[in-house]
């Protein structure tokens, strides 16, 4: 993978953003609720300059990434997490992944996405329309990935992932995820907050901490002000007793590299890789889906690739 545009200005600005980007997990109500909250402002920058997106995409994207780095706050080792959005809106959908060491990568199936007018507000329901979320657990004790689908109620993913939790696996969760944009386009702050009942949370308690997380400010915002996250928690939950338990880094990263999309390649039909070593054009350009990296292919590589298929060809 190689990024585009590391955030920040220089290396000690860029040392300092990765610093802030991290996830904090911590309980409340003596655990009966557990919570999670995140700084990712350097994450969706970074993922925003790979795959060249506007702001109407920058937000779609960057709140997916968003929540998947909090569903992914209870993974242990190589366990990761994938979220699929399907609709019918001018979006057409997403993927994204997220790994146990906090690496986030994923991409729109639609760049850039259609709009008829200016938009008024980041109401994002008119672009999802009706579809599908599938939320695949990959764990590594478990002989098959797990897979749960829910119908797009709200066209809102913060509350389209609060809905997959309450529906597939009926625990009551809420979500808060924001994305801060300046005058000139640029993010200036992006977090997200996920809070998740325990079973021996009761409904009134469940209800009120869905009440504070919508009752929030954006954390785009909050993070733009360079706030820190414990303190924050610490603040809005003191009456709930909030209590740490660990922390991690979160970052935009993809594990693509020229040798395996060289091994993809050599998987091509005979005929269309023939074609190609005759045909061109050339370099041959593939991008990484996930992160929008480009690898450069001559016509010497794919003769090559064809030679050690077909020697005597």
């Known amino acids: 993978m190689q990024k585009k545009k590391p955030y920040g200005e220089n290396l000690k600005e ?3 953003a990765s610093a802030r980007d991290r996830l904090y997990n911590f309980i409340l109500a003596d655990g009966a609720i557990r919570g999670v909250i995140l700084n990712g402002t350097r994450m969706v920058n970074e993922m925003r300059a790979n795959h060249e997106l506007g ?3 920058t937000l779609v994207l960057g709140r997916a990434y968003l929540g998947a780095a909090l569903m992914s706050a209870d993974l242990k080792s190589d366990d990761r997490i994938s979220l699929k959005f399907d609709c019918s809106g001018p979006i057409k959908g997403l993927v994204v992944e997220a790994n146990a060491f906090g690496e986030v990568r994923g991409f729109l199936k639609r760049v850039p996405i259609p709009i008829d007018k200016p938009m008024d507000s980041f109401d994002l329901s008119p672009f999802l329309g ?3 979320l ?3 657990k990959y764990l590594e004790d478990a002989k098959q990935p797990f897979t749960g689908q829910v119908m797009l109620e709200y066209g809102n993913i913060a509350k389209d992932l609060a809905n997959y939790y309450l ?4 625990v009551p969760t809420a979500f808060n995820l924001g994305i801060k944009f300046d005058q000139r386009g ?3 702050g992006a977090g997200g907050l996920f809070l998740q009942a325990m079973p021996q949370a009761d409904d009134e308690l469940a209800d009120s901490m869905e009440e504070r997380v919508n009752a929030l400010p954006s954390l785009g915002e909050v993070f733009t002000e360079d706030q820190d996250p414990e303190a924050l928690v610490a603040e809005i939950f003191k009456d709930y007793s909030p209590r740490f338990l660990a922390n991690r880094r979160i970052e935009f990263m993809c594990h693509c590299n020229r040798e395996r999309v060289r091994n993809l390649l050599t998987l091509l039909p005979i005929e269309e890789l023939r074609d190609i070593r005759d045909k061109g054009p050339f370099p041959v350009e593939i991008n990484c889906h996930y992160c929008n990296t480009p690898y450069h292919f ?3 590589d794919i003769a090559a690739i064809y030679g050690k298929r077909y020697p005597n060809n």
């Open 14 to 16: 860029q040392l300092r």
């Open 134 to 136: 599938l939320v695949t």
């Open 55 to 57: 702001i109407l995409e």
């Open 298 to 300: 001559t016509r010497k």
């Open 167 to 170: 529906t597939s696996e009926q």
């Open 186 to 188: 640029r993010v200036t």
């Open 130 to 132: 009706a579809g599908f």
